[in-house]
């Protein structure tokens, strides 16, 4: 497969280059949401060894689930009942989070998983959930199916990269990964919206200036530090 990408792009024009460069903007736009969710998900894990050592694998089975679901998009998309499962998986993982997880402190929620083994088939199942929106925006812009593939493989790149920037911010930040699971429920609702009224789409630009409040919220206080209250 890797072949038939590297001689496809060879060959390539101008044309094709400038709608890779629009899927991977896409990509990057959509990623925020989707990797704040999965660094929630690693930070369970304490060990920030255990916690890379989750988003690498977790991320290599949500890579190979994202080009199963481009391969199989134009199947997929015909059965309203994908986006149901997605949306509800989502939600899930939002009211798991703010209602049933075990938090000891209730100013730093958690989603509780302590094993990395539980951590890796959840990073990859919650990238498949966001891809349902993600891969059915990028066959709005191409059909073609090895663009899309080289928009995704670039996607999963920019991800792996945004998770690990966002474990070191969710330590920082006091509001940012309540914010973040407000933004994943946001997304969960946006796509159980599309199967109730499939001919009313929200537009991209509503929902990226939506995430773009939650994140300003999320990044407006940072955590004090003990050494700060003793200068107080």
Avoid: C
């Avoid at 920030?48 to 391969?71: E, M, T, V």
């Amino acid at each position: 497969m890797l072949q038939n990408i590297v001689d496809y792009f060879t060959d390539a024009g101008v044309e094709v280059y400038l709608i890779l460069l629009v899927l991977v903007v896409l990509e990057a736009v959509l990623s925020a949401d989707n990797a704040i969710a999965l660094a929630a998900i690693a930070k369970s894990l304490e060990d920030p060894k255990s916690q890379r050592q989750a988003l690498n694998i977790g991320l290599i089975g949500a890579y190979i689930l994202r080009i199963a679901l481009i391969f199989a998009a134009t199947w997929v998309i015909k059965y309203w009942q994908f986006e149901l499962l997605g949306a509800l998986y989502l939600l899930w993982l939002v009211v798991n989070y703010f209602f049933f997880a075990d938090n000891e402190d209730e100013e730093h929620r958690s989603l509780g998983f302590k094993s990395v083994w539980q951590v890796i088939p959840t990073i990859a199942i919650t990238d498949l959930a966001f891809s349902l929106d993600s891969v059915t925006s990028a066959i709005a812009i191409t059909e073609d199916t090895w663009l899309i593939i080289a928009g995704g493989t670039i996607g999963i790149v920019i991800l792996r990269f945004l998770a690990g920037l966002f474990i070191r911010w969710l330590q920082e930040y006091t509001y940012l990964e309540d914010a973040g699971f407000i933004t994943v429920g946001f997304v969960g609702l946006r796509l159980l919206l599309k199967v109730w009224l499939p001919d009313y789409l929200i537009p991209e630009w509503v929902t990226v200036a939506v995430v773009a409040g939650f994140f300003s919220w999320g990044f407006s206080q940072k955590e004090v530090e003990s050494s700060d209250v003793g200068k107080e």
